[in-house]
């Protein structure tokens, strides 16, 4: 069973930081791709970027390559979102989600399990 909870989103100004968690409260993480998705004010849902089982390889939209990073820690059933360079652009509902299939990329329905989500502001 997959239970992913967001934490980590906020206020925050242009040109900052911010570091969004995902916990698994599942004993599977491993076993699942990790991903992040945003829906921005009024938007449809966009990829942001995901991390492979592994962790060995990650992809990024374009919108975010450079600025945002994504990790995993397999031992704690955590995968993080990095967040460098914040624009007024990037305020959105941030998602996590997981998929068994190793490589989604920007596939929304490809990813099987969903967080709750959490809102990140920036405000210039």
């Known amino acids: 069973q997959v239970h992913l909870v967001e934490s980590g989103g906020g206020l925050v100004q242009a040109g900052g930081s911010l570091r969004l968690s995902c916990a698994d409260s599942?004993?599977?993480?491993?076993?699942?791709?990790m991903g992040w998705f945003r829906q921005p004010p009024g938007k449809a849902r966009e990829f942001v970027g995901a991390?492979?089982?592994?962790?060995?390889?990650?992809e990024y939209a374009d919108s975010v390559k450079g600025r945002f990073a994504i990790s995993r820690d397999n031992a704690k059933n955590t995968a993080y979102l990095q967040m460098n360079s914040l624009k007024l652009e990037d305020t959105a509902v941030y998602y996590c989600?997981?998929?068994?299939?190793?490589?989604?990329?920007?596939?929304?329905?490809?990813?099987?399990?969903w967080g709750q989500g959490t809102q990140v502001t920036v405000d210039s």
């Open positions: 989600v997981a998929s068994q299939v190793d490589y989604c990329s920007a596939a929304i329905g490809c990813y099987e399990h």
């Open positions: 599942g004993h599977t993480f491993s076993s699942y791709a």
């Open positions: 991390i492979q089982r592994s962790g060995g390889g990650t």
